[in-house]
Structures are given as C-alpha cells and as structure tokens.
T-cell receptor, first 115, second 115 residues
Framework: AQKITQTQPGMFVQEKEAVTLDCTYD???????LFWYKQPSSGEMIFLIY??????QNATEGRYSLNFQKARKSANLVISASQLGDSAMYFC????????????FGPGTSLSVIP | ETGVTQSPTHLIKTRGQQVTLRCSSQ?????VSWYQQALGQGPQFIFQ???????GRGNFPPRFSGLQFPNYSSELNVNALELDDSALYLC??????????????FGPGTRLTVL
C-alpha cells in the first residue's frame, strides 16, 4: 500500500533554532516525487520543497532542506533558524509516477515556534 | 501572475442539499485537482481535471462530480450532502498533470459545514 507516515503530531522549537520534521513513505514505484507543504491556520497549503526520487542531491530552498534517504524511504524536512511565522501544520506528500494523478498526503505535524 | 482563487470562502448547507464550489487556476496552468481535508487530517484526493477531462479519481462516491472549463477554471459539485462532507475543500492547479514532477499550487480553500 502507498502511504505517508508522519510520527510527530506536535513539535516545539525555540526561535532561531533548527528543527527536523520526520516523514517516511511506502511505495513500490521506483519513480516518485516528494513534497512538503505548510498550512497556516488560514488554511492555504503553501508549497515548500520538492525532491524527485532520482535526484542525487538533497533539495534545498532557502531555510528549508530535505534530508532524503531513499534506502530508508525517509524524506525529513529541516527548517533552519526557525521564525515565529513558521508555526503551522506541515504536510509531507508523495506522488508515485504510476499514479501521477494522485497525491498522497501524510497526517501532518503541528510545529510551534517559541519566542 | 494571479494565484489560485476559490469561492465561496465559507458555506453552510443542510443534509440532502447540493453544493457547487468554484476554483480559478493559476495563470498558465491547465490542470486542477480537488482535495477534501477533514478537521485534523491531511488532504484526501478527490479528482483531477486536465484540459477539461477528468484525469483521475480518488475513493469518493459519484455524488462528487466536477467540471473544468475552457479557461481551466473548475467546479466541484456535491449532491445529497451528508454530515461527513463537512470539511475544507482545497483546489490546486499545476502546469501539467504529471504531479510527480509538476508542483501544485493551492487556493485558500472553501470551508463547508453540513448541518
């Protein structure tokens, strides 16, 4: 079965510290895309970062980086220098290429940044 | 370049009624996907439209239907509303249907409450 697991329902981090949000996935498809989205309390899903299954380098976008370990099927999001505005729900998502029309989301992790 | 917009923002209906939600895709995008997000959960894929044709469907009953128009805007219709249909409905547009590589950009969502 194709599935995303996020084992941390809630996380706290001190402002200016780094934090890692865990994501593991399960798919038998050799080709897939991995995404992270941020959802503030307003509800809009904001795209953060993308990693392709065949990408050799870990993806980075500003303060966001993706720690991709293909053999372990994990795609953890690292946020450096946390800011108060980073407080939100974070969703990991996967799209296997064979079901390219169907995005599978994890249950999310709630991140709270403490001043 | 305008982002993804959705209307209405909030909606209250009663059981058995019908509802239509609307989405305008981002400029240059020809693919729209719809998601249902129940409170405290990750989004669930409903269906995708690519160039006015349904291009994939999740595990939702036929009373969930959609349309895409020549300008690539889209509607989600839900008939015979049930209490469990209460959720945030998210629309996402992308430049193509290959969502394993084409990043989706989400609208702010429509909050539907069924009484």
């Amino acid at each position: 079965a194709q599935k995303i697991t996020q084992t941390q329902p809630g996380m706290f981090v001190q402002e200016k510290e780094a934090v890692t949000l865990d994501c593991t996935y399960d798919t038998s498809d050799p080709s897939y895309g991995l995404f992270w989205y941020k959802q503030p309390s307003s509800g809009e899903m904001i795209f953060l970062i993308y990693q392709g299954s065949y990408d050799q380098q870990n993806a980075t976008e500003g303060r966001y980086s993706l720690n991709f370990q293909k053999a372990r099927k994990s795609a953890n999001l690292v946020i450096s220098a946390s800011q108060l505005g980073d407080s939100a729900m974070y969703f990991c998502a996967m799209v296997p290429k064979t079901s390219y029309d169907k995005v599978i989301f994890g249950p999310g992790t709630s991140l709270s940044v403490i001043p | 370049e305008t982002g993804v917009t959705q209307s209405p923002t909030h909606l209250i209906k009663t059981r058995g009624q019908q509802v239509t939600l609307r989405c305008s895709s981002q400029s240059g995008h020809n693919t729209v996907s719809w998601y249902q997000q129940a409170l405290g959960q990750g989004p669930q894929f409903i269906f995708q439209y690519y160039r006015e044709e349904e291009n994939g469907r999740g595990n939702f009953p036929p009373r969930f239907s959609g349309l895409q128009f020549p300008n690539y805007s889209s509607e989600l219709n839900v008939n015979a509303l049930e209490l469990d249909d209460s959720a945030l409905y998210l629309c996402a547009s992308s430049p193509g249907p290959q969502t394993s590589t084409d990043t989706q950009y989400f609208g702010p969502g429509t909050r539907l409450t069924v009484l």
